[in-house]
């Protein structure tokens, strides 16, 4: 099934305790659509890029076989550009430089022939865009979206009319707290839900994840990364696989949403082991499959008698 993906396109500075690059491809867009595209030969990617955006980065999308012909480039500037450092932790990190460029009028356009595209990821961009997309697209499967904590405390009210537009919310624990206000995160997901997605997940970082859909709550492992050199994407990253193996499947039954989750958790336990995408261009289906069981081996619980 098709996958229309639409976010940023851009160029990251990113420096932790292990190392750094000074610019590499980045945005939430790019890593989207290339974790999907392990799963789906038809995923169309929506965004916006500069004059600098560079030919071999354009070579790297096209030879997952991701469609382009949304991708706008704009010869009036530069592509959005972000700088940050990590902490020792990981989980924490500075924002040193924020270019916005070109992005800053990104108008997100669907062309006609994907407006029928069954499965929406709306990665992490001011909800009023989100809402735009959602208005160009008809009858999808799933809505699939992304936000984050400059939106909740900006545009609290768009937010929350674009998500009860959509399907399926991503996230993560600190994000869903301050959505709510409420620090349990079960009473803050029911909270979530009543905006309008059926379908939640809650990222929790080093500490796996939480699915909830329907009535059904599931807790997905972490996967014991022991080299990571940079998390940027990870978020993304999972979003892409997630949607992705849905795609594949075209089942929303509530046990393949926990087949999805794995899948988003074993892609993002790949992005990490590299700066940026580069360990996604090497990453081969069967690297993939097998570290799916080794996750799901993690959380295999051996029956017991009573008594």
């Not at 990590?86 to 500075?94: A, P």
């Not at 865009?129 to 499967?141: A, F, G, T």
């Amino acid at each position: 099934m098709s996958v229309l993906v639409v976010g940023s396109v851009a160029y990251d500075g990113i420096e932790t305790p292990f190392g750094q690059v000074d610019r590499i491809l980045g945005g939430s867009a790019t890593y989207i659509s290339l974790t999907s595209s392990f799963f789906s030969d038809d995923v169309k990617l929506v965004g916006v890029v500069g004059s600098d955006f560079a030919d071999e980065d354009i070579r790297l999308l096209e030879s997952r076989n991701i469609d382009l012909d949304g991708l706008q480039v704009d010869e009036s500037g530069k592509t959005f550009f972000w700088k940050g450092k990590y902490h020792f932790d990981l989980n924490t990190r500075d924002t040193l430089d924020t270019q916005l460029n070109v992005f800053e009028h990104f108008d997100p356009v669907i062309p006609d022939s994907w407006r029928n595209s069954k499965y929406i990821a709306l990665g992490n961009i001011e909800p009023g865009l989100q809402s735009k997309v959602l208005e160009q697209v008809h009858r999808p499967e799933l809505i699939v979206m992304d936000t984050m904590n400059f939106w909740i405390e900006k545009t609290l009210d768009q937010l929350k009319e674009t998500i009860s537009k959509i399907d399926m919310l991503v996230i993560n624990d600190s994000e869903a707290r301050e959505l709510t206000g409420t620090h349990n995160l079960f009473k803050a997901a029911g909270e979530i839900k009543d905006l309008g997605p059926g379908h939640l997940v809650i990222k929790k970082g080093e500490h796996g994840a939480l699915l909830f859909t329907g009535d059904e709550v599931f807790s997905a492992p972490a996967y014991p990364v022991i080299d990571i050199f940079d998390p940027t994407g990870a978020g993304d990253t999972f979003m892409g696989g997630l949607l992705g193996w849905l795609s594949y499947t075209d089942d929303l039954e509530p046990q393949n949403m926990r087949r999805a989750v794995i899948f988003g958790s074993v892609m993002a336990s790949f992005c990490v082991e590299k700066f940026g995408p580069d360990r996604l261009k090497s990453v081969s289906e069967d690297d993939i499959y097998s570290r799916y069981k080794e996750f799901r081996d993690l959380s295999l619980i051996p029956d017991v008698q009573a008594g």
